[in-house]
């Protein structure tokens, strides 16, 4: 959550926005944001889902644990899912990643260009053009 909350600005300045959804209580939210230094930062919205809807929902419930896998989940202005990330226990998100992502998407959204491996947004994007299949 403080890693994510550090590029909030990056974020909203892609015109984006953030919920922080888990399966503990709207108390334990209200006090790790209280008494945690890094989670005091987190400007963005935290949701409760005790019942676990949300998390079933979208596939990233672990039964036994009752608790989410760590996840990160965008989904486009239609509501559609363009992207859906789950991380192991033992590995932390890529924040840098998932601005990537989030920038890709919206690159290929605006000019119809794909984005490459690595891509950056400094870098141009490739046709999406079936005669360029194995030529570039």
Same mark, same amino acid.
């Given at each position: 959550?403080?890693?994510? +909350?550090?590029?909030?600005?990056?974020?909203? /300045?892609?015109? #984006?926005?953030?919920?922080? =959804?888990?399966? %503990?209580?709207?108390?334990?939210?209200?006090?790790?944001?209280?008494?945690?230094?890094?989670?005091?930062?987190?400007?963005?919205?935290?949701?409760?889902?005790?019942?676990?809807?949300?998390?079933? +929902?979208?596939?990233?419930?672990?039964?036994? /644990?009752?608790? #989410?896998?760590?996840?990160? =989940?965008?989904? %486009?202005?239609?509501?559609?899912?363009?992207?859906?990330?789950?991380?192991?226990?033992?590995?932390?998100?890529?924040?840098?990643?998932?601005?990537?992502?989030?920038?890709?998407?919206?690159?290929?959204?605006?000019?119809?260009?794909?984005?490459?491996?690595?891509?950056?947004?400094?870098?141009?994007?490739?046709?999406?053009?079936?005669?360029?299949?194995?030529?570039?």
């Amino acid at each position: 959550m403080a890693a994510v +909350a550090a590029i909030y600005p990056k974020i909203i /300045a892609l015109q #984006t926005e953030v919920l922080g =959804i888990s399966t %503990d209580s709207v108390y334990a939210h209200k006090v790790f944001t209280e008494v945690s230094p890094s989670a005091s930062k987190v400007q963005f919205q935290l949701v409760s889902d005790r019942n676990h809807q949300i998390s079933k +929902a979208y596939r990233v419930l672990n039964e036994h /644990a009752g608790a #989410t896998f760590r996840a990160t =989940i965008i989904i %486009d202005p239609e509501g559609i899912i363009s992207s859906k990330m789950i991380y192991p226990n033992e590995v932390g998100r890529s924040t840098f990643e998932i601005l990537r992502v989030l920038e890709g998407i919206q690159y290929a959204r605006k000019t119809g260009k794909g984005v490459p491996e690595n891509w950056l947004p400094t870098q141009s994007g490739i046709q999406k053009d079936p005669d360029f299949i194995g030529k570039i």
